[in-house]
Nanobody
Framework: QEQLVESGGGLVQAGDSLRLSCAASGRTFNMNPMGWFRQAPGKEREFVAA????????IYADSLKGRFTISRDNAKNTVYLQMNSLKPEDTAVYYC???????????????????WGQGTQVTVFS
């Protein structure tokens, strides 16, 4: 049974905004660090953003800081990725990830996460 489900992707014009959602299914990750990654065609999956269990600490890929914002609403068992001023190079499948361990810090490596969603496609045209 899937534990994380991403939604909110779509086809948008350059300069537009999207908000992606990552909802927990069947259990809660409200005390677990979470992250967003993305994978473009022909490229490796890369780090986008991460957030600690409470939402008080966030980190971003250097190239995305200022345009993307990660947040969470633990009452809704949901993590968000707000994406502004989208560019064609943002086109990718976006994945939500969760650590199995509760609390801890913020994490930017794929190996630091244990649960992954199925991904949601974001396509940006100019």
């Amino acid at each position: 049974q899937e534990q994380l489900v991403e939604s909110g992707g779509g086809l948008v014009q350059a300069g537009d905004s999207l908000r992606l959602s990552c909802a927990a299914s069947g259990r809660t990750f409200n005390m677990n660090p979470m992250g967003w990654f993305r994978q473009a065609p022909g490229k490796e999956r890369e780090f986008v953003a991460a957030i600690n269990w409470s939402g008080g600490n966030t980190i971003y890929a250097d190239s995305l800081k200022g345009r993307f914002t990660i947040s969470r609403d633990n009452a809704k068992n949901t993590v968000y990725l707000q994406m502004n001023s989208l560019k064609p190079e943002d086109t990718a499948v976006y994945y939500c990830a969760a650590r199995a361990s509760q609390y801890g810090s913020v994490y930017r490596e794929r190996r630091d996460y244990n649960y992954w969603g199925q991904g949601t496609q974001v396509t940006v045209f100019s």
